[in-house]
């Protein structure tokens, strides 16, 4: 018995030391991606925007860290429906691309503020309630990629906005799906995008828009969750 307990404790210890050691990109990655417990999203997400705060409180201009604790306040306050959050989340990324306009992680975060929110609640609610363009979204894509055409994070999250957002736009999509296959993949958020754009890339080689905007909901963050 006293063994099992002693097991039992090194191996809630060594979950604890790993949630330490992991950046808070790494812990926000883990909560948005695949996971369909919405509790548990939550936790992850969380954690992550905890871990941002920590990192802020050493360097208070680490942008990596400032876009990560945005993005968190933005996806609980999608999976709440939180009009508050997503303008706190809104601004804080805004000011982070005000500081760093040819930072790539800044302007991806960007489209998916937009094209997220347009995804979620559709255009007209989004552009009402909350100020979201698909215009805009799609601009600050194209500038994420434009920056950082090499790897693969990139033109794979493009890819799967621009079908998700569109099932016409087949030809541009399967353009950067293809070249984010090409591309580099250097981190671990690199190699799983780089894998859900080849996923893409089938039903968009078949010209199956419809499919691939489907497949895009599912392959995006919280496209898991149960709601």
Known sequence: MLKRLLLALLLLLGVAT??????????LTAAIFDDADKTAVLAGIDAAGRAATTTLAHAPRDSEARLVKAMAVGYRATLERSRQGAMAARTEIEAV???????????IAVAGWH???????????????LGASRDAGLAALDRAVA???????????????????????????RSLAEAAVA????????????????ALLE???AGDGKRASALAVRLLPLGQVKR
């Open 97 to 107: 691309v005000a500081a760093e306009p040819h930072n790539p992680d800044a302007q």
């Open 147 to 173: 920056l950082r055409p090499d790897h693969a994070m990139y033109p794979a999250l493009a890819a799967l906005m621009r079908i998700r957002l569109d099932p016409r736009d087949i030809a541009r999509a």
């Open 183 to 198: 591309a580099e993949a250097t981190t671990p958020l690199d190699r799983l995008l780089r894998q859900r754009a080849a």
């Open 18 to 27: 790993a949630a330490q050691a992991a950046s808070p990109r790494a812990l």
């Open 203 to 205: 039903p968009l080689r």
């Open 115 to 129: 094209l997220d929110a347009i995804a979620s609640a559709g255009a007209l609610p989004a552009r009402l309630v």
